[in-house]
Each structure stands twice: as structure tokens, then as C-alpha cells.
């Protein structure tokens, strides 16, 4: 019998050992899944940085694309950029800033709302370059937009829609109910709720997940791949009909090419990229803390 | 000023009344832009893969294993696209399901408040980087200075530096709907384990895991539908060599890097090339639209539940 005990607790004991050595080595092993990313994103940066830093100068942004690395620049990828995706948040912003306002406001629980936020869920699993496909067939072709600027933003802007939209969403969500109840109470239609009580509490946080949409856009290469071709681009895109390129795309271009010279070019052209999307995204993290400040204020 | 006469009221009240409902139209019009979006990208695929499929049998398409559309004997079997895409997003998951659900479980589990505020946004980041500066890195440092260390005969185009790239960018979609679905589990389900003396490793592993498991699984369900729609990866590492292969190391095209391909290169309207985009376009729909339905679904059942 006492052996049985003594048994027992052995068992006991060596399980209690094996837990408290897990509890200690398991948190250790999970970590390395953060580390594991961070790590990739450590080494893209450096080795990024180390290959391009010699290349980046200003001709980089100022020059054409040219078959010499020494002299070429993206200047007309630059302007592709800043026009195609600036017209698409022209387009995709208030767009997505009205669906968010029907979404909450009006539409409220009922099925009709589900069966659109499946549809916007359902958008935003589309592969991006899907989208590319169908802006050529029907913008390029269909529409006879042509391969254009303005058949690419509207197709960055359809793409982006989805993920701007669910921020505008949640932006409204944050507005306090009391606040809109009260107005309701006192009569106000809702438009007159929208207009003078959600806006102004939303529309910095909606702004927050438009500057996130553009800095999607303007990373995107397959869409605008599709839509306009692997082109060499000589020219400034200076009307919405235009053929133009982006930076990603002419990115695209620079990396397929074997010399070592376009690799170094790429890697430049790269940091520059990044640097453009850091620049949003401490925007958007600035508003988001101004916003956070009034709000405590209030 | 001055008081309305009920009349003025009732004239401002309509008014008001009117505005609202046009206020409405117009916010509805936007809203249905989306579901608009959805059906021009269903019936634009179905148009120009009906022209195709008039050229070429639904069979010889979904069942042939030589895909030679931009050569002069062609061939139009879609399997090695298919198959290329399949290996490349497991890959991705070998990587982005193991990493993500420990980072996912350690960050909600284990790491202090400050880390986890701190690491949460670094992780996203990996999503908000460019996918063509992934296959830059893919093809001159992941291949050339990593992988070839281990396997030296490795193609510079590989499906193996393809994957794991995409499991990089796909690792933040994993982390954060796991780390979601843990966070959702009720606190009260931890202190009752606790309560019965589990210690903190049986906790973890066998009450909020499995808690939270469907929505780990939608996680890995969503990122797989994503890593098969990746394409600049695809495009820039894997090279265009359409091969139905299970070696990892062999340059093989995805469906999507034959899009890009057909793209680069100059495929004039209503040619089967052309076509051939669509009817390869609408296959990629179908299969990540069926994934993330799946996905969505599992995410909302655990949704109601807690």
C-alpha cells in the first residue's frame, strides 16, 4: 500500500516536472513565430538598403526609364502613381464613406444589410488580379476606356472599396449612441444626425482608413500589370486617357532584367517606395493619435 | 429669430424629410456599387470564358496536363497552373500556419500588454509591403544567399522561395484572425481551468485553443484562398515555365504568373490568348471565392457562439 503511494506521487512528481519545464520551453518556442517575421522583415530591409543605397539619388525620380541603369529613373512612374492612385481615392473614398453611413444608419440589422456586407466581404476576397482581368475587359475593351489612367483608377478604386469601406464602418461605430439617440429625440432627420453629429467624430478615422486604402493602391503591380502591359514609358501621363505606368509595375520591369545594375536600380527604387508608404502610414497613425487626443479632451 | 408658423413648420419638416430621402438614395447608390462590382466581375470572367470554352472542350481545359497557350502547338490542359498554384500556397501555409498560430498564441497568451501593442503592428506590416519587393527579395536574397546554402542545384526560379515568400506575406492574415478568435474566448473559461490547478501550458493548449480552434482554422482557410491569388511574387521567383512538376526546386508557373506572363507580353483582343486569361481568371475566382466562403462561415458560427 505504501508503495502504491509513494508510487503515486512519483508519477505525480515527474508530471509536475515535465509541466513546469513545458511552461518555461513552450512560450519560448511560440515566440519565435513573432520572431520569425520580424526577422524577414530585418533582412528585406537591410539587404534593400545595402544593395540600393549607392544608387539612390534624385535622377532616380527625375529621370525616364532608360535601357542604360545609370541614367534611368521612373519619373513617369512616379506621375502614374500620383495620378492613378489620387484619382482612385478620389473615387473609392466617398464612395466608401457613403456605403459605411447606408451600411450603419440605414440599413441597420436588417437581412437587406447583411446581403450587402457579404457582397463588400466577398469584394475584398477577390484576388487583386482578378480585378486587373475584368478592368481590361470591361473598362479597356468594354467601355473602350482604353489601356488608360482612368480605367486604372477605377480599378485600384473598386479594389480598395472593401477595406476602406469596413474602416469607414467602424469608424461610425465608434460615434457614442447617446449622442445620435439624443439628436433623434430632438426631431433631427438623419442626414441632419450624419451631417452635424457622426462626420465630425468619423471622418478623421475614415480619413485614417483612406490614407491605408492609398498606400494599398500604390503598392499594387499585378491590377495595373494586366491593364496597362509591361510598357516602357517615356512620356508624363497628362490626360485621364494616357497610357502610364506605376512604380511597382516599373519596379516589375527593372527586377526582370538579369544585369546587376537593375538590381541595384530595383533596390533603390524600392526604398523609395517604402519611404512613400511609411510617409501614409505615420499619417495615418498621426491622425489617428490627434484624434485620440480630442477625443479625451471631450 | 422668429417663431414658425405651423404651417412653416410643417413646409421646414418636409423639406427636411425630403433632403433625407434623397440623402438615402444616393448613399444606397454607393453602397450597391459593391454588389454592382461583384456582378460585372462574374458576368465580364463568364462572357469572355464562354468564347473560350467554344474554342476548347471544358474537358481538354480542366483535365490536360500540357499548357502551351503562347506557343504554336497549343495545348490547353490547365493542370500544370493548377498544380503550380496548389504547392506554392501549401508551402505558404507550412509557413505562415506553424509561425502565425504560435505568434498568434503567444501574443495572446504569453506577451505583456507593451509587446504585444509594440509587435502587432510590425507583423501587419509584412502585408502592407509591396508583393513585388517580396519576389525582388525572393529572387536575390532568399534563393541566391539562403536557400541555395542548403540545396545547391537549386533553379534561381523556384516554387520553393515563391512559397515561402508568400507565407511571409500571409503569416499577418493567420496571426491576426487567430490572436482574435483566442482574445474572444470567454476570461472566466481561463480562471475556471485555473481554479481547477491547470497550469498554464493546459490552459493555453486545452481549453482556449481548442476554444478558439475554428477560428484558427478560418485563419489558415482565408490565408490560403490569399496565397492563391498572389501574383507578383509568383511572377518575379517563379519564373514562366509551365511544367506539371512536384520538385520543389524546378521553376514552375502558377495560374497567376501566366496571367502575368500573357500581360508582358502582347495578347490583341479576341485572340484565344486573350480568352485564355478569362477562362483562367474565372477557375482562380471560383476556387478562392469557395475558400472564402468556408472561411467566412467558420469565422461567423464562432462568432455567435461567443
Redesign the interface.
Known amino acids: 500500500m505504501g508503495d502504491q503511494v509513494l508510487r503515486y506521487e512519483d508519477l505525480v512528481k515527474r508530471r509536475n516536472d515535465l ?2 519545464t ?2 518555461r520551453v ?2 519560448v ?6 520572431f ?3 526577422t ?2 530585418a ?2 530591409l537591410f ?2 538598403v545595402t ?1 540600393g543605397y549607392d544608387r539612390l539619388n534624385l535622377n532616380l525620380i527625375t529621370e525616364y526609364p532608360s535601357a542604360n541603369p545609370a541614367e534611368a529613373g521612373m519619373r513617369s512612374a512616379v506621375l502614374g502613381t500620383i495620378v492613378t492612385v489620387g484619382l482612385s481615392a478620389l473615387i473609392c473614398i ?2 466608401s464613406i ?2 459605411a ?3 450603419v444608419e ?2 441597420g440589422g436588417r437581412r437587406w444589410a447583411e446581403v ?1 456586407r ?6 475584398a ?10 478592368g ?3 473598362l479597356v ?2 467601355l473602350g476606356l482604353g489601356r488608360s489612367v482612368i480605367a486604372g483608377a477605377f480599378t485600384l478604386a ?1 479594389l480598395t ?2 477595406y476602406v ?1 469596413v474602416t469607414c464602418v467602424e469608424a461610425i461605430k465608434t460615434v457614442p449612441e447617446d449622442l445620435k439617440f439624443g439628436a433623434y429625440a430632438l426631431g433631427a ?4 444626425v ?1 451631417k452635424s453629429i457622426i462626420l465630425p467624430r468619423a471622418l478623421p478615422m475614415m480619413l485614417t482608413g483612406g490614407i491605408l486604402g492609398i ?2 493602391a ?5 491590377p495595373i ?2 491593364i496597362s ?2 510598357l516602357f514609358i517615356r512620356e508624363d501621363p497628362v490626360s485621364l486617357l494616357s497610357r502610364f505606368t506605376v512604380i ?1 509595375l516599373q ?2 520591369n527593372w ?2 532584367r538579369p544585369l546587376p545594375a537593375f ?1 541595384e536600380l ?2 533603390a527604387a ?1 526604398i523609395v ?2 519611404l512613400i ?1 511609411l510617409a501614409l ?1 505615420s499619417a495615418a497613425i498621426y491622425l489617428r493619435y490627434r484624434l485620440y487626443r480630442r477625443l479625451e479632451a471631450t | 429669430m422668429g417663431y414658425l408658423s405651423s404651417e412653416q413648420f410643417l413646409r421646414s419638416v418636409k423639406r ?2 425630403a ?2 430621402k434623397l ?2 438614395v ?10 454592382l ?2 456582378i ?2 462574374f458576368v ?2 463568364s ?2 470564358s464562354v468564347s473560350f470554352f467554344t474554342r476548347v472542350s471544358v474537358i481538354e481545359f480542366l483535365t490536360g496536363t500540357k499548357w502551351t497557350v503562347l506557343f504554336a502547338d497549343k495545348h490547353f490542359g490547365v493542370l500544370p497552373l493548377l498544380n503550380a498554384t496548389l504547392m506554392t500556397s501549401l508551402i505558404a501555409i507550412a509557413v505562415a500556419g ?10 495572446s497568451e ?2 505583456s500588454q507593451r509587446f504585444r501593442n509594440f ?1 502587432k503592428p ?2 501587419e ?2 502585408s ?10 525572393a ?3 532568399v534563393t541566391p544567399n539562403f536557400l541555395r546554402a542548403f540545396w545547391e542545384d537549386l533553379s534561381i526560379h523556384n516554387a520553393l522561395a515563391v512559397g515561402l515568400m508568400i507565407g ?1 506575406l500571409t ?2 492574415i493567420v ?1 491576426s484572425i487567430s490572436d482574435d478568435a483566442m482574445k474572444a474566448v470567454p476570461y472566466d473559461l481561463r480562471l475556471a481551468a485555473y481554479s481547477l490547478g491547470s ?4 490552459v ?1 493548449f486545452r481549453v482556449v485553443l481548442p476554444a478558439a480552434l475554428s477560428g484558427v482554422v478560418a485563419s489558415i482557410v ?1 490565408a490560403f ?2 496565397a ?5 511574387i509568383a ?2 521567383a517563379g519564373g514562366f515555365r509551365p511544367v506539371l512538376s512536384f520538385n520543389l526546386g524546378e521553376s514552375m508557373q502558377t495560374m ?1 504568373s501566366y ?2 506572363q500573357v ?2 507580353g ?1 495578347a490583341p ?1 479576341g485572340t484565344i490568348e486573350y480568352q485564355s ?2 477562362a483562367v ?1 474565372l477557375l ?2 471560383v476556387i ?2 469557395t475558400l ?1 466562403f468556408i472561411g ?1 462561415k467558420v469565422i461567423r458560427r464562432w462568432e455567435i457562439r461567443y
Open positions: 509541466k513546469r513545458l511552461d513552450v512560450p518556442v511560440l515566440s519565435l513565430g513573432v520569425f517575421g520580424v524577414v522583415l533582412a528585406l539587404d534593400v544593395t466617398p464612395l457613403a456605403s453611413i447606408y451600411l440605414y440599413a450587402l457579404y457582397n463588400i466581404a466577398n469584394l476576397g477577390v484576388p487583386s488580379v482578378v480585378f486587373g482581368i475584368v481590361l475587359g470591361f475593351y468594354g473598386i472599396l472593401p469601406t432627420t438623419r442626414l441632419q450624419v498606400s494599398r500604390i503598392g499594387e503591380a499585378a500589370l494586366i502591359g509591361l511597382p519596379l516589375f527586377i526582370s538590381q530595383s533596390a524600392i517606395l517604402l508608404l502610414n | 427636411r424629410r433632403q433625407d440623402f438615402m444616393v448613399v444606397l447608390a454607393a453602397t450597391l456599387v459593391s454588389t462590382a461583384l460585372v466581375i465580364t470572367l462572357v469572355e506553424p509561425a502565425g498560430i504560435a505568434a498568434a498564441v503567444y501574443l504569453y506577451a509587435m510590425v507583423i506590416t509584412l502592407g509591403v509591396p508583393t513585388v519587393v517580396y519576389g525582388y527579395f529572387l536575390y536574397f511571409v503569416l499577418p496571426v497550469r498554464k501550458i493546459d493555453v482565408l484562398a490569399r492563391m491569388g498572389e501574383t507578383m511572377a518575379i497567376t496571367l502575368a500581360a508582358t502582347d483582343h486569361l478569362f481568371g482562380l475566382l478562392t471565392a472564402n467566412l
